[in-house]
């Protein structure tokens, strides 16, 4: 089965600052890699994907991942953050399951905390 | 077009309680899936269905229910609700493959 782990459950940047949400994940085939962000008292909703081609992903409000296979990453970058940016964000990864169905696998999160 | 609509948005069980939340989506989605989100646990998939008439169990299946009588409708029912089922539910709608999901706004339960 895959997992995903995102490193640290909170991070705290400046705004203005660069920001590194870190995701790994384990799959024995290349998989369909997703970045989420909730803001409070809100569902998911979708800030980029990568399916297949280019490795750099360009999301919305100026986010963008990079899929590295041979270190099975897809972390999240913004070189400067905002206070808006201030969220929850998850990984996902959806693998080829038994059965035939794509089910995803969701990190457990890591909340971006953004100082003025 | 509404998207993903969840109700109720709140509510509040007694141990042994039952109930239902629904789940509707308008966007002709064969993938239907229920999670519950908790603190420090990220989002655990509960149920899901690839159309209608077809379910199977994820991570967490156990005191919960779902059926699928149509493509638009996904309820999931909880028989006789437990304190450990207090959440944040949300259900999620993608089309059949690895696509992206769309996300309702999610439903909070609390179970005395």
């Known amino acids: 089965a895959q997992s995903v782990t995102q490193l640290g459950s909170h991070v705290s940047v400046s705004e203005g600052a660069l920001v590194l949400l870190r995701c790994n994940y384990s799959?024995?085939?290349?998989?369909?890699l997703f970045w989420y962000v909730q803001y409070p008292n809100q569902g998911l909703q979708l800030l980029l994907k990568?399916?297949?081609?280019?490795?750099l992903v360009k999301g919305i409000n100026g986010f963008e991942a990079e899929f590295k296979k041979s270190e099975t990453s897809f972390h999240l970058t913004k070189p400067s953050a905002h206070m808006s940016d201030a969220a929850e964000y998850f990984c996902?990864?959806?693998?080829?399951?038994?059965?035939?169905?794509?089910?995803?696998?969701f990190g457990r999160g890591t909340s971006l905390i953004v100082h003025p | 077009n509404a998207g993903v609509t969840q109700t109720p948005k709140f509510q509040v069980l007694k141990t042994g309680q039952s109930m239902t939340l629904q789940c509707a989506q308008d966007?002709?989605?064969?993938?239907m899936s229920w999670y519950r989100q908790d603190p420090g646990m990220g989002l655990r998939l509960i149920h899901y269905?690839?159309?209608?008439?077809?379910?199977d169990q994820g991570e967490v299946p156990n005191g919960y229910n779902v059926s699928r009588s149509t493509t638009e409708d996904f309820p999931l029912r909880l028989l006789s609700a437990a304190p450990s089922q207090t959440s944040v539910y949300f259900c999620?709608?993608?089309?059949?493959?690895?696509?992206?999901?769309?996300f309702g706004e999610g439903s909070r339960l609390t179970v005395l």
């Open positions: 999620a709608s993608s089309y059949y493959g690895p696509g992206e999901l769309f």
């Open positions: 799959s024995s085939v290349p998989p369909y």
């Open positions: 990568y399916t297949t081609g280019a490795t």
């Open positions: 996902a990864v959806s693998e080829l399951a038994s059965g035939g169905s794509y089910i995803p696998t």
């Open positions: 966007m002709n989605h064969e993938y």
């Open positions: 269905s690839v159309g209608a008439g077809i379910t």
